[in-house]
């Protein structure tokens, strides 16, 4: 199990940028795809980001391609998502996930989770 603090979260206005980070507490984090994925109130989280264990390939949804940057930094145990062109459908707590295995979009497909940092886009 890895550990993992979501940083970066806060009030943005349309159209500006935020990066989150995710620390993660285990030497092993380059064994681990990490996922990004973001929640509203009542929802189930949406899938958002994922990276692979070297980084070498990155999954997006729809929604934020072209907008949102998934990046990783084995040597500093953290994960990244630069976000650019906020929206205020972009509001949402946001989640960094992990598992050894990739499970693609698939929430129940990552073990582990953050506690969620708050992004929110004010129009």
């Known amino acids: 199990q890895v550990q993992l603090v979501e940083s970066g979260g806060g009030l943005v206005q349309v159209g500006g940028s935020l990066r989150l980070s995710c620390a993660a507490s285990?030497?092993?984090?380059?064994?681990?795809?990490m996922g990004w994925f973001r929640q509203t109130p009542g929802n189930e989280p949406e899938f958002v980001a994922a990276i692979t264990w070297s980084g070498g390939a990155t999954y997006y949804a729809d929604s934020v391609k072209g907008r949102f940057t998934i990046s990783r930094d084995n040597a500093k145990n953290t994960v990244y998502l630069q976000m650019n062109s906020l929206r205020p459908e972009d509001t949402a707590v946001y989640y960094c996930?992990?598992?050894?295995?990739?499970?693609?979009?698939?929430?129940?497909?990552?073990?582990?989770w953050g506690q969620g940092t708050q992004v929110t886009v004010s129009s």
């Open positions: 285990k030497r092993t984090f380059s064994s681990y795809i």
């Open positions: 996930a992990g598992d050894r295995s990739y499970s693609g979009g698939l929430a129940t497909g990552y073990a582990d």
